[in-house]
């Protein structure tokens, strides 16, 4: 299993990095797991945020790997168990969908050409999380549907 997460925006306090890091670490003997920063866009500078998202959308589009199946997080997307998110993972798998991509998009949201370039969308609830920890929640629940999987205990 290969996973790559797409995000729009640099961690930039210490304990978000060092949040990611423990699970990126977590996750490497299960599935080769990269994080692929997407600059963010000003909307002040980019024209209105319209402009930000299309910019960031492109930069967005450009990073995901080629044949891989897209998952987008989205507030109205498809909300999941942990167990249904770890029994989803392992049909894509056996269904040949061995490449995952999940996008985390800008505050303003994210193009339609993204949406349009997704395959499905995942949502944590209809709660809105900073896009931060959203990318903790994400490697949390990519480590815990792993562990699930092989039905291993999840240490805390």
Known sequence: MKFTIVAVGK???RFWVDACAEYLKRLQPYAKTAVVEISDVDPAKAGGEAAAIEREGA???KALPERTHVILLAIDGKQRSSEALSAHIDDLALSGKGELAFVIGGSCG???AVAARADE????GPITLPHNL???VLLEQL???CKISRNEPYHK
């Open 11 to 13: 961690l930039k306090e």
């Open 59 to 61: 930069s967005i589009l």
């Open 110 to 112: 994210t193009s339609a």
């Open 134 to 136: 959203a990318r903790v």
């Open 143 to 145: 480590y815990r549907a």
């Open 121 to 124: 969308t995942l949502s944590f």
